[in-house]
Structures are given as structure tokens and as C-alpha cells.
């Protein structure tokens, strides 16, 4: 089993450039989740879905969209990025509350 | 609004040293308070604690949970270098912003 993978490991974009973030679990987990971590900051919470059809905001949505497309793949998209989410993005499924996450992604945005 | 408060944000110790790690919590529809650690990628799941004053126990890490007074602790005894990371707290997926241990040989 891979886990939680994610991809890509790092990009880097230009200020009004969009990019879809991919992320997928091989674990058969019904609930996933995108994070943003910053430094000082902890993991904050984007959006999560707690099944395939479903997904709901977290503490850190504006600026983001996601898609639950199937029970394995959770992407998030940035449609205009700004230097404000310049971040190290994570994803992560759920079994039994324990969160499996994935290497991340370093994303720069100049 | 639901929080996850986590201290001290860093602490630096000695090899051999017995550290102490808190997090106090204010998050309505508790279900379990988790315990991570992340060196320098993600977070990797330490324990997960769900009843008050039952002790979990991993080789020199423990950890104990008071749903009464809303705070858990994590305890790391005869310390190593091989523990410095940023020991996270969450209850479900709210946050603390970590505390930064730094194991000095």
C-alpha cells in the first residue's frame, strides 16, 4: 500500500496562475482532508470530505476549491494563487479519527 | 470558536532529560484527542486518547487525557536526539501549533 500520496512534491507559481493539487489513499478511507501548514501556524484546516460526493469548508477555504473525485482521489485547486499561499500543503484520510497524511506539497507563489 | 492550545511552543533540553508537553483544548463535540510528531515531513500519529485518566504508552512516550479539566499531556522520558521534532495535538482536525523540541546531544 502507498498510503496518502500527493503530487506534486513542489511548484512553484506566478501571482494569478491556478493549479490543481492531487491527492489520493489507497486505504479504502471514507473521509479526507486538505491542510495548510505555515510556520508558527500549526495545520489549518482548507476543506474536507467526509464521503465521495461530499466536501465541506474548514478554518481556511477562501481562495481554494476542492473535488471528491472518487473515494480515493481529493484535489485542490487554486484558481488565481496568491503570495499569501505560499504554504506547505497536506493531505490526509481518516480511519477511526487517526489521520494518515500524505509527504506534502511546497508550494511558492511569487 | 473551537481551539487547540498546545505549550511551550519550544523547549530545549538535554539527552537524558524528562520533558513535558501540554495541550488544553475548547472544542465542542469532542471525540479524541490526538498526539503526532513530525520531523521534517508530515506528521506521523503518535497516540489517540479518548477516555479521561487511561494512560497510553509507547516505549519512553506516554500519554494521559482529563475530559474534566480539557487537557492532555505527553510525556517523553530519558530523552534522545532522535526525539527533536514538533509534537502536535489535534481534537479531530483542529490544530495546536505545536510544540518545537530540540534534543541536544
Known amino acids: 500500500n502507498a498510503g496518502v500520496t500527493q503530487t506534486p512534491k513542489f511548484q512553484v507559481l506566478k501571482t494569478g496562475q491556478s493549479m490543481t493539487l492531487q491527492c489520493a489513499q489507497d486505504?479504502?478511507?471514507?473521509?479526507m482532508y486538505w491542510y495548510r501548514q505555515d510556520p508558527g501556524m500549526g495545520l489549518r484546516l482548507i476543506y474536507y470530505?467526509?464521503?465521495?460526493?461530499?466536501?465541506d469548508k474548514g478554518e481556511v477555504p477562501n481562495g481554494y476549491n476542492v473535488s471528491r473525485l472518487n473515494k480515493r482521489e481529493f484535489s485542490l485547486r487554486l484558481e488565481s494563487a496568491a503570495p499569501s499561499q505560499t504554504s506547505v500543503y497536506f493531505c490526509a484520510s481518516t480511519f477511526a479519527y487517526e489521520q494518515y497524511f500524505g509527504p506534502g506539497t511546497r508550494l511558492t507563489v511569487t | 470558536e473551537d481551539k487547540v492550545v498546545q505549550s511551550p511552543l519550544s523547549l530545549v533540553v538535554h539527552e537524558g532529560d524528562t520533558v513535558t508537553l501540554n495541550c488544553s483544548y475548547e472544542v465542542t463535540n469532542f471525540r479524541s484527542l490526538l498526539w503526532y510528531k513530525q520531523e521534517k515531513k508530515a506528521p506521523t500519529f503518535l497516540f489517540m486518547l479518548t477516555s479521561s485518566g487511561i494512560e497510553k504508552k509507547s516505549g519512553r512516550l506516554s500519554s494521559i487525557l482529563d475530559k474534566k479539566e480539557l487537557f492532555s499531556i505527553l510525556n517523553i522520558t530519558a530523552t534522545q536526539t532522535g526525539d527533536s521534532a514538533i509534537y502536535l495535538c489535534a481534537v479531530t482536525h483542529i490544530f495546536g501549533t505545536g510544540t518545537r523540541l530540540k534534543v541536544l546531544a
Open positions: 470530505s467526509a464521503s465521495e460526493g461530499t466536501t
Open positions: 486505504m479504502n478511507h471514507n473521509s
